[in-house]
């Protein structure tokens, strides 16, 4: 099992930046793929951005250009820099890791990002 700690929500004005974080810990913790999603009141979940063990990364076409990806290795943990953040971003951003060989990953419960007009 993996537990996973994420931090770094909150309230932002429009134009502004957050950065989020989410640690990884437990055992067998060989982490392959790991990324965000969100999820906006009355939306389904959506892929934010993903970044593999290589730091191949993946991003949705609406984060193109605003946000950043990165991970960590040593730490087990992964970063999402998000700049120009407009009231469209607000959601629950969740974490989302995948360990080798498993077919499923694990979730965060989730941190709250309000993007003010």
């Known amino acids: 099992q993996v537990q996973l700690v994420e931090s770094g929500g909150g309230l932002v004005e429009a134009g502004g930046s957050l950065r989020l974080s989410c640690a990884a810990s437990?055992?067998?913790?060989?982490?392959?793929?790991m990324g965000w999603y969100r999820q906006a009141p009355g939306k389904q979940r959506e892929l934010v951005a993903t970044i593999s063990s290589g730091g191949t990364t993946n991003y949705a076409d609406f984060v193109k250009g605003r946000f950043t990806i990165s991970r960590d290795n040593a730490k087990n943990t992964v970063y999402l820099q998000m700049n120009s953040l407009n009231p469209e971003d607000t959601a629950v951003y969740y974490c989302?890791?995948?360990?080798?060989?498993?077919?499923?990953?694990?979730w965060g419960k989730g941190t709250l990002v309000t993007v003010s007009s």
């Open positions: 437990g055992s067998s913790l060989s982490l392959n793929v």
């Open positions: 989302y890791v995948r360990r080798v060989y498993y077919a499923m990953g694990d």
